[in-house]
């Protein structure tokens, strides 16, 4: 109990010590050299406000979604060796059948087409 109450109160006044830091050391005064956009050591051309497509959002949340789909089967062969592989084997197809549902329900709706 001694050793946790010590690891708390050392991560607690750490914490305490970097925000205090951060917020006393920080520049806050904005220049126009840092309201500017960068691009690349170039002038800027245009607005860098420009909204941003929703494809790039799809594109990111399927890897994710697709990501965390092997993070889940990773211990997969491990967890056959489980008192019940075929509760464990059934979970997993659940899983793996969703996902491809819910895959070729986006690819029919055009939702993975790149050029509209």
Do not use: H
């Amino acid at each position: 109990m001694n050793m946790i109450s010590f690891m708390l109160t050392l991560s607690l006044s750490l914490t305490t010590i970097l925000v205090t830091l951060n917020l006393w050391l920080a520049q806050t005064t904005p220049d126009s050299e840092k309201l500017s956009p960068y691009e690349c050591g170039f002038d800027p051309l245009g607005s860098a406000r420009l909204p941003f497509s929703i494809r790039f959002f799809l594109v990111a949340i399927l890897f994710l979604l697709f990501d965390l789909e092997i993070a889940l089967l990773l211990p997969l062969p491990w967890a056959t060796q489980l008192q019940s592989p075929l509760t464990t084997l059934t979970w997993t197809s659940t899983i793996i059948l969703l996902l491809t549902l819910g895959l070729i329900y986006e690819w029919i709706q055009g939702g993975l087409e790149w050029a509209e």
